[in-house]
Nanobody, 125 residues
Framework: QVQLVESGGGLVQAGGSLRLSCAAS????????MGWFRQAPGKEREFVAA????????YYADSVKGRFTISRDNAKNTVYLQMNSLKPEDTAVYYC??????????????????WGQGTQVTVSS
């Protein structure tokens, strides 16, 4: 069982930056692929970024590529999402997720086994 707790959300002006953190419980964090998803009001949850359990390979949605960076610190059981050049359309609840299965860099929500409660990110224009 893995518990995930996100933090770092808030209100920021367009063009600004935020860094989200996701702290995970459990001793096997390093064996989980990790991802970030987001859900805006009235929209489906969408993939943002993912990082593999080994080597730190990453994958991004086209909408955030070049602006967001996902990273992990296995010693701290934490995954991060650095968000730069934020846009109003980035406004959403951001969720952290963990996949303890066989997927190297999972990009679909159904591939993840554990989810955090989410943190709100609001970007004003």
């Amino acid at each position: 069982q893995v518990q995930l707790v996100e933090s770092g959300g808030g209100l920021v002006q367009a063009g600004g930056s935020l860094r989200l953190s996701c702290a995970a419980s459990g001793r096997t964090f390093s064996s989980y692929a990790m991802g970030w998803f987001r859900q805006a009001p009235g929209k489906e949850r969408e993939f943002v970024a993912a990082i593999s359990w080994s080597e730190g390979s990453t994958y991004y949605a086209d909408s955030v590529k070049g602006r967001f960076t996902i990273s992990r610190d296995n010693a701290k059981n934490t995954v991060y999402l650095q968000m730069n050049s934020l846009k109003p359309e980035d406004t959403a609840v951001y969720y952290c997720a963990a996949d303890g299965g066989v997927h190297y860099i999972p990009v679909f929500a159904y591939q993840y086994d554990y989810w955090g409660q989410g943190t709100q990110v609001t970007v004003s224009s």
